[in-house]
């Protein structure tokens, strides 16, 4: 565990810990976080949550995270953050997590199912007025896993923000058919609820559009600038 010193109030906890599939990416993507001049607090431990979330940091990212990774008094904690008002993201694989857990379901919005081949494809964006969209065009060729999820997120929560969808006829083997939401916002309590799909591989986040992207999200989920805190 690296931890840089910065105010709690501009800390980005960035969660990893895996319990089930690991990407080997997640080295190289919270690097690329701290590239991006966030004040990056990266940890496995999930006793951190009893003492970070008191101090509430900015945002709580959790990155590719999968299985099992918060104990009772975490998952206490990380709900109790986000709905009196604190910020969540996931990235890729954190909708592989916490499937016992249903607030968790609740406040990603949607849970994965499954994914064809690593391969390129293309992304339909919906929304470019926000801050992790507005820098693309109105389609978004990347390569990536295209995750499918057990429904829409809209299903659960009508006022669920789509932001990008991904475009079925551009890859080989999507499994869900009709709309198929790849990134997306939300409310939940007084808190911000960002997710991507994307991010399985080293190369998204050498991709410029990508980090744009992810920055957004977690700056929108702060609700503050976050950078070079």
């Known amino acids: 565990m690296t931890v840089d010193p910065a105010p709690a109030h501009s800390v980005v906890l960035t969660y990893t810990r895996t319990t089930d599939y690991r990407h080997d990416s997640i080295p190289h993507a919270v690097a690329t976080l701290r590239r991006l001049g966030l004040a990056v607090r990266h940890t496995e431990d999930p006793d951190v949550f009893a003492d970070a979330l008191g101090e509430r940091p900015a945002v709580v990212v959790l990155l590719s995270t999968s299985g099992d990774v ?23 694989a954190a909708a592989c997590t916490e499937y016992g857990w249903p607030y968790y379901g609740r406040l990603l919005g949607a849970r994965f199912t499954r994914h064809p081949a690593y391969q390129p494809g293309r992304l339909l964006v919906t929304d470019r007025t ?14 990536d896993e295209w995750y499918d999820f057990h429904a829409d ?77």
């Open 70 to 92: 918060l104990t009772d008094a975490g998952r206490e904690r990380l709900a109790a953050y986000v709905d009196g008002g604190g910020g969540f993201v996931g990235v890729h």
């Open 153 to 229: 997120p809209r299903a659960a929560d009508p006022a669920v923000r789509v932001l990008a969808s991904a475009d079925e006829s551009s890859y080989e083997g999507a499994g869900m058919g009709g709309e198929h939401p790849l990134v997306w916002c939300r409310a939940q309590g007084a808190g911000r609820v960002f997710y991507t799909a994307l991010g399985h591989a080293d190369a998204a986040y050498d991709d410029p559009d990508f980090r744009a992207h992810l920055l957004g999200g977690i700056e929108w989920a702060a609700s503050e600038p976050v950078r070079g805190l």
């Open 130 to 143: 926000h801050p992790a969209t507005r820098h693309l065009g109105e389609r978004w060729e990347f390569t």
